[in-house]
């Protein structure tokens, strides 16, 4: 028996999805206007865990703070990848290896680079 997609097979599920949008812009909206709106000076002040905020919150930040932050997430994700290789490492063979091993030198290529850039480097 083949069984065959058709797009009335599809209607449950987009009446779904319009029924859950439709409860959130109608929850949305009946809080906006139903809720208090009373603006006090404790409500417009800056919270930070009971701290008090001492200086401007639009300080510039050092590039170098983005620059390690965006190479630890790019290394890391590349690093889970490993996982599903190392799960499989039996079955994947001689050839899985191979292709590990080509993957992990793309790596430390990628690595060695931003080392010799002076990427991680702080002044």
Do not use: C
Request: proline share 4%; hydrophobic share 55%.
């Amino acid at each position: 028996m083949e069984s065959t997609s058709l797009p009335v097979n599809y209607l449950p599920i987009i009446f779904q999805m319009l029924v859950a949008l439709g409860f959130v812009i109608t929850t949305m909206f009946v809080t906006h206007k139903i809720g208090p709106k009373r603006v006090t000076a404790d409500k417009l002040s800056t919270f930070e865990s009971g701290i008090e905020v001492i200086g401007n919150a639009r300080t510039p930040i050092s590039i170098k703070y983005f620059l390690v932050a965006i190479l630890f997430v790019l290394f890391d994700v590349e690093v889970i990848f490993m996982y599903p290789w190392a799960v499989n490492f039996k079955d994947l063979g001689t050839q899985g290896m191979i292709e590990m091993f080509i993957f992990m030198g793309t790596l430390l290529l990628g690595f060695i680079y931003i080392l010799k850039k002076g990427a991680l480097d702080w002044d």
